[in-house]
Each structure stands twice: as C-alpha cells, then as structure tokens.
C-alpha cells in the first residue's frame, strides 16, 4: 500500500522514506526487496541506532511522521499500518490515514492544529532517557563482541522502559529471540494490560 500511495501522490509532492529499527542489513534488504509483493521505488533506510526514533519520540510500529517541505512536523508519530491485515492488533483503520494524507498532499489541510501538535509530542522522561542511552550502549557493545556487559545495560533497558516497542520488541532478536514468538506475545499482554501506551491516533 505504501507503494501504490507513493506511486499516487510522488508526482503532487509526497516523498515516502521508510527507515527500519534494525540491526541486520540483510534482514532489512530481504523484507524490503526480496520478500515485498511488488517492487518498492521510494527509500528504505536503516537507523541501526535508533536515532531517528528518539529524534521524533517513536515508541511503537509501524509509525509515520509527516513532515512538510520547510522541516516542520505536521503530524507527530502515529501509528499508521499500511493496509488493514492486523486491524483487529492495532484498532486502527488505515483508509482513515490514506484519506488524510491525501488532504493533506492534495489540498494542503493540515490533519492537526499547532496545539493538537504539541499535544501528542511526549516529552521522553528521565527512565526513558536513560533506556535509550542503556540500548544504544548494549548495542555498541555487542558489536565489539563484549557479549556479557552488552546484556548487562540491555536489561537495564528493557527495565527502564517496560512499554517501548523500539526498545523490547526491537531488541529481540539481540537477545536471541523471535520477535513473532512467544517473548512477542508475553511482551503484548503487558503492553496491553498497561493500557496501550505510545498508540498514538
């Protein structure tokens, strides 16, 4: 969908630019280029430190941001599937966000006002902050093979911050586990039973 969306609207002005949460390249090429049902014309890039993610304070996946010519947030992170096959997971229906992205493209209405903006932008707060800093130092770690003290500073994250997407799930396969396995579905029930924190509309 987001290459029909592109293959749309590219010529009214919308630039589609996907980034994975990722450490593994390969992964990354397979799912975007080999496994992908049709060939994707827009970017696919890999932030292996997240720092997109804290830049724009995303905490959950699949998220969009809109961000205008000038630089300027419009829409900030929101959870936005790309069609509808886990609409029953995410209780988000993605025609909703298809048709305000073409408002948006095609007759230049913003979908929020500056304080409904300002509203949804979280402040990430001290835990969070240093969950971050926790990861990204695990993950420098485990690059240069220092396995032990990596898992030290990955569980102080994942303590930090019980509820963040980019951190728990994100991690799994760091850890050794399958991010669609039942260390993802433990993950869930909590996540759930917190009340879905960082689904944004």
């Known amino acids: 969908m987001w290459q029909a969306l592109h293959e749309e609207l590219a010529p009214q002005g919308l630039v589609i630019v996907a980034v994975a949460l990722d450490e593994n390249l390969d992964t990354i090429r397979q799912c975007a280029r080999e496994e992908s049902p049709v060939t994707l014309t827009y970017p696919v890039l890999m932030d292996r430190d997240h720092l997109l993610a804290e830049h724009y304070g995303i ?44 408002r948006w493209v095609l007759d230049g209405v913003v979908p929020l006002s500056d304080a409904e903006i300002h509203d949804r932008q979280e402040l990430p707060d001290a835990d969070v902050q240093q969950a971050r800093a926790e990861r990204r130092l695990a993950v420098h770690l485990l690059r240069r093979g220092q396995d032990d003290r990596a898992r030290e500073h990955l569980g102080a994250a994942l303590a930090l911050a019980p509820n963040d997407w980019t951190i728990q799930r994100g991690s799994m396969p760091l850890r050794g586990e399958d991010p669609f396995g039942q260390a993802f579905f433990d993950f869930y029930e909590s996540w759930e039973a917190a009340g879905r924190p960082g689904y944004g509309a």
């Open 59 to 102: 905490v959950n996946i699949p998220t969009t941001v809109w961000i205008d010519e000038h630089g300027r947030v419009v829409r900030p992170p929101a959870i936005a599937p790309a069609d509808d096959r886990f609409r029953d997971f995410t209780k988000v229906d993605s025609s909703l966000h298809h048709a305000a992205l073409r």
